[in-house]
């Protein structure tokens, strides 16, 4: 069955960090952009971060742009989020996701494979 897993996600102070993981497990990753998308309920899915298959190219979302650091070791079939400086509006959940097309479209429809997601709550 192929799927991806995302872990990482939890509780934590503002200012605080968390580092989200997505693993990929009946497929192998390396042909594949990811990209990080969270949705708060009641609103569209947002685009967060997209890293090539190479792991050469990326991009974020003005919102987490010198915040947060997409990247990816293929030999471990993980793409991970880095995300510092967290604000309370950063609460929702996180989804990764992969596509044969690495683009800053942050389209859903062209995403193949979705996690189930993992929630990230910040607060104190």
């Known amino acids: 069955q192929l799927q991806l897993v995302e872990s990482g996600g939890g509780l934590v102070q503002p200012g605080g960090s968390l580092r989200l993981s997505c693993a990929a497990s009946g497929f192998t990753l390396d042909s594949y952009a990811i990209g990080w998308f969270r949705q708060a309920p009641g609103k569209w899915r947002e685009g967060v971060s997209i890293?090539?298959?190479?792991?050469?190219?990326?991009n974020y979302a003005d919102s987490v742009k010198g915040r947060f650091t997409i990247s990816r070791d293929n030999a471990k079939n993980t793409v991970y989020l880095q995300m510092n400086s967290l604000k309370p509006e950063d609460t929702t959940v996180y989804y990764c996701?992969?596509?044969?097309?690495?683009?800053?479209?942050?389209?859903?429809?062209?995403?193949?494979?979705w996690g189930q997601g993992t929630q990230v709550t910040v607060s104190s």
């Open positions: 996701a992969a596509t044969q097309y690495y683009n800053n479209a942050y389209r859903p429809d062209w995403y193949d494979y």
């Open positions: 890293i090539s298959s190479s792991g050469g190219s990326t």
